[in-house]
């Protein structure tokens, strides 16, 4: 699979959106979008295989599942996981597992990003300081949208787009180069880090005795009862409904 120069302008945009969240998404989408399983899923439908960009996102979700922002800072970016992840894994018609142990240090050179983006903001609430003792307020909404837009599309677009056009050719041939032993290793590395993100959930579900119960009997309706998952999320949302409701009007 080729990735033409317009997909690739379209996955750049994708992670400019997803760093970015508003003025043009709520910060609730953006939260979504962010995640490798719905992002992965964009990117599919951008290369024309939907169902696998989902697979494949849905896999490299698992180890970014117990991520979750502490002080507006992050260990790691699932976004650019999950987006360029993605994208290479399709393009190198990969396993899941191997793409899993692709996006994770992907993930980790996303927080450069990140540094960056939160960095060159600075300058910028320092200029509407300023603007605010002159009292000019329409410069103060030009400075709160415009120039962070344009900046953050610089150093995530762009640089996305470039990485997908002309690396993901680079990522297969490297594949090709370690198939056999090598690409086992990664496979079997791929298959292990999703269980670091699922501990990392039940870590917070061990703190509240209900939680870990819900837990446990989703578990034993897909391995006994061989429920499939969409039946369990169907029965976890009515049982969340009735159980926050309760535990709302008790309080």
Same mark, same amino acid.
């Given at each position: ?45 951008? #290369? ?18 117990? +991520? ?35 996006? &994770? ?7 450069? &990003? ?10 910028? +609430? ?58 086992? +290793?990664?496979?079997? #590395?791929?298959? +292990? #880090? ?21 837990? #446990? ?35």
């Amino acid at each position: 699979m080729s990735i033409s120069i317009f997909q690739a302008a379209l996955i750049g945009i994708l992670y400019y959106l997803a760093i970015s969240g508003t003025p043009w998404l709520t910060a609730f989408i953006a939260n979504y979008v962010r995640q490798p399983l719905v992002n992965g899923f964009i990117v599919g439908l951008i #290369l024309g295989d939907p169902v696998k960009g989902l697979i494949i996102g849905s896999a490299i979700n698992l180890p970014f599942i117990g +991520v979750f922002l502490v002080g507006g800072t992050m260990p790691t970016d699932s976004a650019l996981a999950g987006i360029v992840g993605t994208t290479f894994a399709m393009v190198s018609n990969v396993s899941p597992e191997v793409a899993v142990a692709m996006a &994770v240090p992907i993930g980790l050179l996303g927080n450069i &990003v990140q540094t960056i983006h939160m960095t060159k903001n600075i300058a910028f +609430v320092h200029m509407m300081d300023t603007a605010a003792k002159e009292g000019d307020i329409r410069k103060i909404k030009f400075l709160n949208v415009v120039p962070p837009q344009l900046t953050t599309m610089l150093i995530s677009a762009i640089p996305v787009a470039i990485i997908v056009y002309f690396g993901a050719d680079v990522a297969s041939g490297i594949l090709e180069s370690i198939s056999g032993k090598p690409l086992q +290793v990664l496979t079997v #590395l791929g298959g +292990v #880090l999703p269980a670091l993100g699922i501990s990392m959930t039940l870590r917070q579900l061990l703190k509240e005795k209900p939680m870990i119960l819900f837990f #446990l009997i989703g578990f034993l309706m897909v391995a006994y009862q061989e429920f499939t998952m969409i039946v369990v999320a169907i029965f976890a949302a009515a049982i969340a409904y009735f159980y926050t409701d309760l535990k709302t009007a008790k309080g």
